[in-house]
């Protein structure tokens, strides 16, 4: 069994008029040192879907199990000893404004029961991990964003989880402070061993940390699987919209301002080998037709530079689909784009 299992899950908030569908007949299995991302527009259940995982929201129905553990057959007793297991960083960091970040990272551990000189050592430990040692008798309000959401990290760990729930953890924060916390969370992932759940409505962020992810609409998972497979071959109309949203919409301009329409349009994503060969010149000079570059991009999936294209082929159907044909023959990912 999967480190985390997600049966039927279902949640329902309110009654007849008022009744909303959170979660609709939710399955999912995520391995033990995964770090797996949960991504939707706002609105579209991932934030419940993460609540449900440490039992903050109870499910209407279905099974969440943790560790071999569902969180539905525990006593209360058992359920909180249960979510110590369960670490959670959020958006807005939630650290307590009037004690230092010593005492933040030490509150936990005081809550456990811990004496003071030990939970201290440990917290003086962890904000070293996070970079942060010298911040120890600092205040959150001196904090900048990264360093606030480096403490809430610190103090997540504090209880030595088993699982790391982040909900938007970087979404209030600036490009270049996300890339230092997710490569943070990256080091923690391997360095303790912990699993980690990331929800985010930014494809960026997936791509740069996650090796799966699930894709959520309207309460229900409409595609999931290996991040790199579905970046280069996205099947539902929410993953493409999240993927190559902005690349249509690049591409869509590029004909406005060149008053032209191209209707017969593909996306191609670049492999390792490909992208070291002109396979677009290679292909204009074989077909003799032209073929439209209207845009193009890189991104980091995984720590790998996937390039990405955006064609305007001919519209005579069959030499279109001769090109699509070579193109994969030269190990290009190929699909249509509306």
């Given amino acids: 069994m999967s480190f985390i299992e997600l049966i039927n899950v279902n949640k329902v908030f309110g009654e007849g008029e008022n009744k909303v569908e959170a979660l609709k007949d939710i399955n999912l299995s995520i391995e033990e040192s995964d770090i797996y991302g949960i991504i939707g527009m706002s609105g579209a259940g991932k934030s419940t879907l993460v609540r449900c995982l440490n039992y903050l ?31 959670m960083i959020f958006q807005h960091f939630n650290l307590l404004m009037q004690r230092t970040v010593l005492k933040n990272v030490c509150f936990p551990l005081r809550l456990r029961g811990v004496k003071k000189k030990e939970a201290e050592e440990k917290a003086y430990e962890l904000l070293e991990m996070v970079g942060l040692a010298d911040k120890a008798k600092a205040y959150p309000s001196k904090l900048s964003g990264g360093q606030k959401q480096r403490v809430a990290i610190a103090r997540a760990l504090a209880s030595n989880p088993k699982l790391l729930l982040c909900d938007e953890a970087t979404s209030a924060l600036d490009p270049q402070t996300t890339a230092s916390i997710l490569e943070l969370l990256k080091e923690i992932n391997e360095k303790y061993n912990i699993t980690i759940v990331i929800i985010t409505h930014q494809m960026s962020v997936i791509q740069e940390i996650c090796n799966k992810v699930a894709i959520v609409l309207d309460g229900q998972i409409v595609e999931e699987g290996k991040v790199d497979e579905i970046f280069a071959n996205p099947k539902s109309n929410a993953a493409k919209k999240l993927i190559i949203g902005d690349l249509v919409e690049e591409s869509a301009y590029i004909d406005e301002i060149t008053n032209k329409s191209t209707k017969n349009k593909i996306r191609a994503v670049f492999n390792t080998n490909s992208a070291f060969e002109p396979v677009i010149a290679n292909a204009i000079l074989k077909f003799n037709k032209p073929i439209n570059i209207l845009h193009a991009n890189t991104r980091n999936v995984g720590g790998i530079a996937k390039g990405e294209i955006i064609l305007g082929l001919p519209d005579e159907k069959e030499v279109s689909e001769a090109i ?10 190929v699909q249509e784009v509306e």
């Fill in 57 to 87: 929201e109870k499910p209407t129905s279905g099974e969440v199990i943790i560790d071999n553990k569902n969180l539905g057959k525990l006593t209360e007793k058992e359920l909180r000893k249960e979510r110590s297991n369960i670490a």
């Fill in 324 to 333: 699509k044909q070579y193109l994969r023959e030269c190990n290009l990912t």
